[in-house]
């Protein structure tokens, strides 16, 4: 998940690229904000306006679209994005001690971004790595098997 | 008590002996003895592996990593990284294809464990995913051939009836019936779509089978549409799943050079194409009709039924909609026959049954078993017993259609109909098994928290009561319940059910109802003696949600 | 036709009948909250619930179809505790406690209905958090507090008016009703034009006038026309001790179907213009309160029989008025110019063609309800006539082409397929070559693809408005009905103010000209004079000017009589498509102000001069551009 938004790229030129190579059929727009969401790190109001007027669409349908899907954000994410899955194999598997070292080690509430940019903490629904719970997901990388023991070894491999 | 949370497999095919692959495996079990991970880690040889170029290899599952070829001085450098800290040592991994498409663990229990029957997981790490050819040698796009070549659309359909294939997402719906209301359907343009959104809890035997077998979706798919005079196709895969995305786009690309899909396939006036389109995390649209809605553009709600998908479904128009599981059995039962399928499970759920088997049992993992074996018989013969020879309490069968399941009915045959009969439901297929150490309180709550959250807000009682009922759960596991909340949990398990608008409303509330039924006592615990059993709750004796 | 039966009446409907429209028809009570007779069935709020025999659970019936043999029960005690139930968990959800909400007393469906179940108080504990009221927008308020998300404003925001603006953000129990991508209401892209106040079954949306000045219990309901234009809209004017309150469309209005703008519903009550309440007769260069007689002995001694004289009505006024207006001083004192502020300059052109062909050539606004292709020419509906773009803009998403042709800004355009450059003066030019593409497809590209597009649709219409009639000759609108012919497409003629179109059919559409006039009589009714109008009647040596408000006119004029506004008369209105309305009086007028025909009456009276009452004669006399119907 690549978290900073890139300097000088224009978001309007981003936008009018995607809707070119994908249409502006309505059925485009969860794969166009994919897309967006990947290339800025979130969804902009500036994306959103743009995305409206490409594909004819108004804002209000984009941003309840935007909001809906827990893999797409509205908000700018800190530089890493943490997913700690909540379900219950995790959960089961000891998940509940992990979070709270978690909470306490980022001093960050569930879905909150550091002031300092850093950490964006955010649960997530099962992943489908139950075999290894708990887990939890920073920017691409996978944790398995993690101990709340672990958790500050974890963070430190993040600038 | 520690659980086996992963597996550690090295090669011993003779190659690898040559290589050294004894002193690799010895010098894993100090390391792992060393770190202290020997109860958390089950490290055994296997034979039967088909790639010889990097031995000896050393895969680690379920993170299903390979590393190739492994010398001594590799060891503590995996066991460290890997086994310890939980990092996959990239300098050593090798073939991406194999990632967890060849489930390799799976393949290792051949001889050593019970025989499972495959027929979903027929090809899963058996073949190479992104070899057509490979699929093909293996029977397949056999049956596409002989129901394009050899039988009518209405032919097919009844094949599919006269097998008994029940729908393998949760409701159980006979297959065959719902391609004949499809095809009966009016209107020329019609739509197949495969339910890959696999999001309930525990749950991952879908992305196995598109990450291993893609071909088989895509060939199930294709006899479909052929069945219900579909001419378009869609697979609605789960966002996070990147590696089956990808596989699944490889594999309909060569399905297209192949001439599997596009214009006149098989030479016949069949034409039949399949797009991707990928969820963007919402659990609600493995539901049909928000799937459907999500597809088209729309936030993930359902809609109202009547009108079913069957008449009015993607863009209005009639569309099959079909789990992975169930499709992955149709090319096996249209080349072996409604009889041979019959043969296998129970009478009224034929078939086999993919589990994937979670919790504190010795051997965790996936098993594809004929329907009806009992839940017993998954612990003691397939999981290899309860860990520590822990008593059994509950399992849990995943997310919103699942049910937990009390030790009292674990003799229950797993099958749709006696599971009805029993008031407990197959789930997806999650097996998530729990001992003594768990606490229903806190198990419920953590199931109506998932609910909470992915309700999608369209229909009063799914998104307030599961919202209310997860508040009243917090304050009992905070000591602070009273048995008034006990009657308003069984009250909104049971409107719940009769009011919401789809099936996550509908069943949310059945963890509330499954552990007043079965576990009555434990939860009574936590109200009249604010204590919990299990020693899991915080019982703080605060309010939490307080009233206002 | 479908036989069911719901508590034990058989009932028989038109297939597509949903179960709740079925129970209606049938005179029973299925309570609903979500659901609204002009949207879409949604089955969000559960409240409907039903038992079916057969079913499984229970079934939401407003969006249940009814089916042959089903046996239905509305009210067996599974249903009524699911009732409770639904609204149980709605009252626990968010801050619903009526006595500090200001729809409660019968205005607020979420009480009634709780009332309607007997319901004293809720089993389940609350527990929510305040959310910040957005109090950004000019005319509403927006109140999360008091949503239950039942989305009928959402709906009604894009299914009636095509407007999109409001919409929901998150999912589950974070729901959150916003404002394009969650911006305050006020810097939103919505037009105001109240539909959403309307249609919030609480207290979530309210509209600032109104909100704490009368209760549904306190208020009279005065059902009658909007006049602020020419679409003729049904709307509900509530008064409480002769003060505006509140106004309403109508939702059974056949149509507008419940829609109004912000000019019919919000800005009549923000009127702040300082009114005349007394007679004022100009003496020694001063204009002077004067009594009633010694205005009209001024007014008959200004005027005396008539020569050189210019009689200036508003097309605001009723038909009657203007009738009488016509009786006075085209009949009787023959005047030399009779006309309206409006010159015909909406009409004239049409009312020509309708004469010449004999025949009515306009369809009615129906046509724009139901149309796959609209070709607009120099409209723009999004600022005028609002009502009627709504039609246009709601079906945009269901594939609806619209093609603007417009040589200025035009925010309809902002929606459209594609845009005509249409310069003024040259609409001629413009539909010949239009005419020329749809009948050969050659010629310019743009003419070539309006062309096509026009010709492949099923129910095409061309709507047009008060700058194209102005400036089309006669040649232009003969191409205007060549290409509907050619099309098989519907005209659509937005016309001006609200009587546009009567005083077309009275024959008062001559152009003002001001040279040689000795005296001018302008009746203004509660119109704004234009600064034109003004400075053309800067020549005239004596000007009377009946007005409900004081303005540069008024304080120029010689004399001034108060009259009414429009809430304090009634009459008839004839719209743009041809239908006779009532507007109905709604507050008394202040004492000492008398109504433009009680006005006229008096004047008539003390020139001696003979006043023909029948108004229907003349408007029926002329060949109309669309047919007159009365409803």
């Known amino acids: 998940m690549a978290t900073e938004v890139k300097e000088g790229q224009d978001i309007r030129k981003i936008v009018r690229t995607l809707v070119q190579n994908h249409g502006d059929e309505k059925a485009e727009l969860i794969p166009i904000l994919q897309e967006i969401n990947r290339e800025m790190g979130y969804i902009s109001d500036e994306a959103i306006k743009e995305l409206g007027e490409r594909m004819n669409l108004p804002s209000s349908h984009i941003y309840s679209v935007a909001t809906f899907y827990r893999m797409l954000s509205t908000e700018p994410r800190g530089r890493h994005v943490i997913q700690f899955c909540e379900s219950a194999p995790c959960h089961v598997a000891g998940g509940r001690l992990v979070w709270q070292r978690l909470l306490r080690e980022l001093g960050l509430e569930k879905g909150e971004t550091r002031q300092d940019n850093k950490w964006t903490l955010l649960t997530t629904s099962c992943l489908g790595l139950c075999g290894v719970g708990p887990v939890m997901i920073i920017d691409n990388d996978i944790y398995g098997n993690v101990t709340p023991e672990q958790v500050p070894g974890i963070l430190s491999n993040y600038e | ?548 | 036709m479908i036989k069911l039966t719901i508590d034990g009446n058989e009932i028989e409907v038109q297939e597509g009948t949903t179960v709740l429209e079925a129970a209606e028809a049938a005179g029973l009570y299925v309570p609903t909250l979500c659901h609204h007779p002009q949207l879409t069935p949604y089955g969000g709020c559960r409240l409907c619930m039903v038992e079916v025999e057969g079913a499984r659970t229970l079934q939401p019936s407003c969006t249940l179809p009814a089916t042959n043999g089903m046996v239905v029960k509305t009210n067996t005690q599974k249903v009524l505790d699911a009732r409770k139930f639904v609204l149980t968990l709605i009252f626990s959800e968010r801050n619903h406690f009526c006595m500090y909400c200001q729809v409660s007393d019968g205005d607020c469906e979420l009480q009634n209905r709780a009332y309607d179940e007997g319901m004293t108080h809720w089993d389940l504990q609350p527990n929510w958090q305040p959310f910040e009221v957005d109090a950004s927008h000019p005319f509403m308020v927006l109140d999360n507090n008091r949503c239950i998300l039942c989305r009928r404003c959402v709906r009604a925001c894009g299914e009636l008016v095509g407007n999109y603006t409001l919409g929901f953000e998150e999912r589950g129990a974070d729901s959150m009703l916003v404002a394009d991508y969650n911006v305050p209401l006020g810097e939103s892209s919505c037009i105001s034009c109240g539909t959403c106040v309307q249609i919030c079954p609480t207290g979530a949306i309210i509209d600032r006038q109104s909100a704490y000045q009368g209760k549904e219990t306190e208020v009279e309901h005065n059902i009658g026309v909007c006049v602020e234009c020419s679409v003729g809209c049904q709307r509900d004017v509530l008064t409480r001790d002769n003060r505006l309150i509140r106004i309403e469309g109508v939702w059974e209005a056949p149509l507008n179907n419940g829609l109004l703008c912000d000019k019919g519903r919000f800005l009549p009550l923000e009127d702040d213009r300082p009114r005349l309440l007394t007679p004022l007769v100009r003496k020694d260069g001063n204009l002077k309160a004067a009594t009633w007689d010694d205005a009209i002995n001024a007014i008959a001694e200004g005027l005396g029989k008539g020569e050189g004289l210019a009689a200036i009505a508003s097309t605001r006024l009723p038909i009657e008025d203007l009738a009488l207006f016509k009786s006075v001083f085209a009949d009787s004192l023959k005047a030399e110019l009779v006309t309206t502020l409006e010159e015909g300059k909406a009409t004239a052109s049409l009312a020509k063609m309708a004469e010449k062909l004999g025949q009515s050539f306009e369809s009615n606004l129906e046509t724009l309800k139901d149309t796959d292709a609209v070709l607009s020419l120099a409209l723009d509906l999004v600022d005028e006539h609002q009502v009627a773009g709504f039609f246009v803009k709601r079906q945009l998403t269901d594939g609806t082409n619209l093609i603007v042709a417009d040589g200025k800004g035009n925010k309809l355009a902002e929606k459209a397929s594609f845009k005509l450059d249409l310069e003024a003066g040259k609409e001629g030019s413009f539909l010949l070559k239009l005419h020329e593409a749809i009948e050969s497809e050659t010629g310019d590209e743009g003419f070539v693809k309006a062309a096509k597009l026009l010709k492949a649709a099923v129910k095409p219409v061309i709507v047009y408005g008060q700058d194209f009639a102005a400036n089309a000759d006669d040649k232009a609108v003969e191409t205007l009905v060549g290409i509907s012919e050619s099309l098989n497409a519907s005209l659509v003629g937005v016309k001006g103010n609200a009587n546009s179109m009567a005083a077309s059919q009275l024959g008062l559409e001559s152009p003002i000209k001001t040279n040689g006039y000795k005296s001018a009589f302008i009746m203004l009714g509660d119109e704004n004079p234009s600064q034109k109008l003004i400075k053309q009647l800067e020549d005239f040596p004596f000007v009377v000017a009946l007005s409900a408000y004081g303005s540069q006119l008024t304080g120029n004029a010689d004399v001034v009589l108060p009259v009414t506004m429009w809430a304090e008369q009634s009459g008839t209105y004839l719209n743009m498509d041809g239908r006779l309305q009532k507007a109905v009086q709604s507050l008394e007028a202040p004492e000492g102000v008398l109504t433009s025909r009680e006005t006229l009456l008096k004047i008539s009276e003390a020139l001696e001069v003979e006043t023909d009452a029948d108004w229907k004669t003349r408007i029926l006399s002329r060949t109309p551009t669309v047919q007159i119907k009365e409803s």
């Open chain 2, 1 to 548: 008590m520690k659980t086996t949370r992963s597996m550690v497999l090295v090669s011993s095919d003779p190659e690898s002996l040559d290589r050294g692959a004894l002193d690799v495996f010895s010098t894993l079990q100090k390391q792992i003895t060393k770190f202290g991970l020997e109860e958390e880690i089950a490290l055994s040889m296997i034979t039967d592996i088909s790639k010889h170029a990097m031995s000896p290899l050393v895969l680690v599952y379920p993170d299903a990593v390979i590393y190739g070829p492994v010398t001594t001085d590799d060891v503590p450098t995996i066991v460290e990284e890997h086994l310890y800290k939980g990092r996959v040592v990239q300098e050593k991994q090798i073939s991406a294809y194999d990632l967890s498409g060849r489930v390799a663990w799976l393949s290792s229990r051949k001889g050593t464990m019970p025989a499972e029957n495959r027929i979903v997981l027929k090809n899963v790490g058996q073949i190479d995913p992104e070899n057509i050819d490979e699929y093909i040698i293996n029977d397949g796009y056999e049956g596409l051939g002989t129901v394009l070549k050899e039988m009518t659309p209405g032919e097919t359909i009844q094949v599919i009836k006269d097998s008994g294939l029940r729908g393998r997402g949760g409701a159980g719906f006979p297959t065959g019936l719902k391609w004949q209301f499809v095809s009966g359907a009016k209107g020329n343009k019609k739509f197949v779509i495969c339910n890959a959104d696999e999001s309930e809890p525990g749950t991952f035997k879908d992305r196995l089978v598109l990450e291993g077998d893609p071909h088989a979706i895509i060939e199930a798919m294709s006899i479909g549409a052929y069945a219900v005079g579909a001419d378009e196709g869609y697979v609605y895969i789960r966002g996070e799943y990147g590696l089956a995305i990808s596989r699944m786009k490889k594999a309909i690309q060569q399905a297209r050079e192949y001439n599997l899909l596009g214009e006149n396939i098989f030479g016949t006036d069949f034409s039949f194409d399949i797009h991707i389109h990928t969820g963007a995390g919402a659990y609600i649209c493995g539901e049909e009709t928000a799937l459907i809605e999500s597809i088209e553009g729309n936030r993930g709600e359902p809609r109202p039924r009547p009108p079913y998908p069957t008449t009015a479904g993607l863009w209005q128009k009639p569309t099959l909609v079909n789990n992975v599981e169930t499709l992955a059995n149709i090319p096996a039962i249209i080349r072996n026959g409604a009889a041979w399928y019959k043969s296998i499970g129970t009478q009224s759920s034929p078939g086999t049954k993919v589990y994937t088997v979670l919790g504190n049992v010795n051997v965790t993992g996936l098993i594809e078993v004929p329907m009806g074996i009992t839940l017993r018989e998954v612990i003691s013969i397939y999981a290899k017993g309860m860990k520590g020879s822990a008593t059994f309490k509950l399992a849990q069968t995943g997310g919103s259609s699942g049910s937990i399941i009390p030790a009292s009915l674990q003799d229950t045959p797993m099958d749709f109909d006696s599971y009805d009969k029993a008031g407990v439901s197959l789930g997806s297929g999650a097996l998530l098994i729990c001992n003594e150490d768990v606490c229903v309180v806190d198990l419920a709550k953590v199931l109506l928290n998932f609910f909470r959250f992915e309700s999608c807000g369209k229909c009063n009682p799914c998104r307030i009561g599961n919202k209310r009922a997860y508040e009243t759960l917090v304050n009992i596991s905070e000591g602070v319940g009273t048995l008034q909340d006990l009657k308003d949990l069984k009250m909104m398990s049971d409107q719940l059910y009769e009011l919401s608008n789809c099936g996550l409303g509908q069943t949310a509330g059945s963890p509330l109802k499954d552990i007043l039924a079965h576990f009555r006592a434990e939860v009574e615990a936590h109200v009249k003696l604010k204590v919990c059993p299990a020693g899991i709750c915080p019982m703080s004796g605060q309010r939490v949600y307080k009233i206002f």
